[in-house]
C-alpha cells in the first residue's frame, strides 16, 4: 500500500462523487422528488436532527415533507398510544443522514449519499490493486464504469441503504484480506454490526462476513473472543433495541403495511418455486435487470466461473457473499419488480462481483476494450435517464422504461419481460439460460491454472 495508490483511488472516488451528483435533481416521480420509502428515511432525518428521536409525527403534521414530496404522502407507520409515529424501517441510514438534512435539506442528504458512492468507488480501486494484484488501470476502469452506470449510480443519489451497506461491506473485504489484527478486526467487527442497522434483509451478509472474520482470526484467541463478544453483544444490544422502539424483533413491526405480522415482509403467501425464475431474472429481466441498465455485467458471469475453479486469492468470500445476497434477493424478497430503481435487492453483493470481474479481466488483456466499450453504454444510460428525469422527460421510479435512448430500447428487446410474461418471455428465458451456461463455460476454461486461495 502506497500513498501513491491511496491518492490515485481517491481521484478515483472524487470524480464518481463529481458525476453522481448529477443524479440529485432527478425525480422519482411526478407527484415527488423521491418516492416509497425514500421520504420516511429523511422524515426521520429531521426528527433526528431537530427533536432527537425517531418519532416523525409533527414533521409529518407540519408538512416537513412537501419540500421533496409535494402530494400526501402515503402513511406507512402504524400509530402508537402515545401519538408517536415510527417508520418501520431501521434507523442507520436516518443517523447518517440527519446533519446533512438538517443543513441541506434533502439535496444535502443526497450529497451525501453520493460521498458513499465515491468513497466506495476508491475503495474498491484501492482493494483491486493492494489485495487482489490488479493492474491500477484496470481497477480504475472497472471501478468506474460500475459506479457511474446503473444501479450503483442510481443509488448514490436515491434515499436508501444499499449504496451505504454496498459500501460497509467492502469494508468488511478490505479487513477480512488484511492481516488478522486488532485494527483490521475493529473494522470487521463496525462494518458487521452495520448491516443489520442499515436493513434488516443485510442480516444473512453480516452472517457470512461474521463466520469469515472468526476463521480468519481463529488461531489467535484473544482476537477471536474479542470480536464474538463484540458481535454478540452488537446482535443483542439491536434486538432489545428493535423490541423497544419497534415492538417487534424487526422495524416491520411498527409497520401499517404487514398485517399478518413482521415476517410476512418476506410475502404474505410467498411461492419459493416461481421464485426460482428470479435467479435469472435478476440478471436479465427487461426493466428489472442489472443487464438490462448496464450490458457489462455480463463479464461477471464468466468471471464468477473462473474464479469457482482457479480459486483465485479471496474467490471463496467473494464467491459466498455473491451466492448468499443473490440467494436472498431470490428467496427473501418480497419482489424483484418494486416501487424502486432495479437492481436494488442486489446492490449490497455488486462489490463482491467487481472484485471478481477486476480479477478476471486484469488477467485476460484482450478482455479490457470490450469491456470499456460495452460498459459504455450503461454510463449512457444514467446520464441520460439523470437529465430525463431532470427535465421531466421521465421519472426514476414510475417510468423509466420509456426512456428515450436509443441503446437501451433496442438491447432490452433481446432480453425477457417477467413483469409482463407471455410465451416470448420464457422464449428468450431459454435463450438466456442458454447463454449464461455458454459464458459459465468459458470462464470455466478460460485459464486452466489454479492459484491458491489466501
Known amino acids: 500500500m502506497t500513498t501513491g495508490l491511496k491518492g490515485k483511488a481517491a481521484l478515483v472516488g472524487l470524480g464518481v462523487f463529481i458525476v ?20 420516511q428515511y429523511l422524515l426521520t432525518a429531521l426528527s433526528i436532527a431537530q427533536d432527537g428521536d425517531l418519532d416523525i409525527a409533527n414533521q409529518r403534521y407540519s408538512g416537513a415533507y412537501r419540500d421533496f414530496h409535494e402530494v400526501l404522502l402515503p402513511i406507512q407507520t402504524e400509530l ?14 436516518p443517523l447518517y443522514l440527519a446533519v446533512p438534512m438538517r443543513i441541506g ?7 451525501a449519499l453520493a460521498a458513499l458512492a465515491g468513497a466506495l468507488a476508491g475503495l474498491l480501486v484501492w482493494l483491486g490493486v493492494a489485495r487482489f494484484n490488479v493492474p491500477f488501470g484496470v481497477a480504475a476502469g472497472v471501478a468506474t464504469v460500475v459506479s457511474i452506470s446503473p444501479p450503483l449510480a442510481m443509488y448514490a443519489t436515491q434515499v436508501y441503504p ?9 469494508v468488511a473485504i478490505a479487513a477480512l484480506t488484511g492481516r488478522p489484527v486488532w485494527p483490521t478486526a475493529a473494522a470487521l467487527a463496525a462494518a458487521v454490526v452495520a448491516l443489520p442497522w442499515l436493513a434488516t434483509k443485510y442480516v ?26 463484540t458481535l454478540a453483544g452488537a446482535g443483542a444490544a439491536y434486538l432489545l433495541f428493535n423490541q423497544a422502539v419497534y415492538g417487534g424483533l424487526t422495524p416491520y413491526a411498527a409497520g401499517d403495511f404487514f398485517v399478518g405480522g413482521e415476517f410476512t415482509a418476506v410475502g404474505p403467501a410467498p411461492n419459493f418455486a416461481a421464485r426460482t425464475q428470479r435467479i435469472l431474472g435478476l440478471w436479465v429481466d427487461r ?13 461477471a ?35 424483484m419488480h418494486g416501487w424502486w430503481w432495479p437492481g436494488r435487492q442486489v446492490v449490497v453483493i455488486l462489490p463482491a462481483l467487481v472484485l471478481l470481474l477486476m480479477q478476471w479481466i486484469g488477467r485476460a488483456p484482450h478482455l479490457r476494450k470490450p469491456f470499456l466499450a460495452i460498459g459504455i453504454t450503461g454510463i449512457v444510460a444514467y446520464l441520460v435517464l439523470a437529465v430525463e428525469a431532470t427535465v421531466g422527460r421521465a421519472t426514476l421510479i414510475f417510468d423509466f422504461a420509456s426512456t428515450s435512448n436509443p441503446l437501451y430500447q433496442a438491447w432490452s428487446r433481446a432480453l425477457p419481460d417477467y413483469l409482463a410474461p407471455t410465451t416470448l418471455t420464457w422464449v428468450l428465458h431459454g435463450v438466456w439460460l ?7 463455460a468459458y470462464g470455466w476454461q478460460s485459464n486452466p491454472d489454479r492459484v491458491r486461495s489466501r
Open 287 to 299: 426493466g428489472f435487470g442489472i443487464i438490462a441498465w448496464q450490458p457489462a455485467y455480463l463479464f
Open 80 to 93: 402508537q398510544p402515545d401519538g408517536s409515529r415510527i417508520s418501520p424501517h431501521n434507523p442507520l441510514l
Open 162 to 170: 444499499e449504496i451505504a451497506a454496498a459500501l460497509m461491506v467492502t
Open 20 to 39: 453522481t451528483l448529477l443524479g440529485i435533481p432527478a425525480r422519482a416521480t411526478y407527484g415527488a422528488q423521491v418516492s416509497a420509502d425514500e421520504p
Open 204 to 229: 444473512p451478509i453480516a452472517a457470512v462476513l461474521a463466520v469469515a472474520g472468526a476463521w480468519k482470526v481463529r488461531y489467535r484467541p484473544p482476537l477471536m473472543a474479542g470480536l464474538l463478544a
Open 105 to 111: 435539506g434533502w439535496v444535502g442528504a443526497k450529497m
Open 434 to 440: 442458454a447463454v449464461f451456461a455458454g459464458l459459465s
Open 301 to 335: 458471469v464468466p468471471a464468477i466461473a473462473w474464479a469457482a475453479r482457479v480459486r483465485p486469492p479471496h474467490g471463496r468470500l467473494l464467491l459466498s457473499l455473491a451466492a448468499v445476497g443473490w440467494l436472498v434477493a431470490t428467496f427473501v424478497a418480497q419482489t
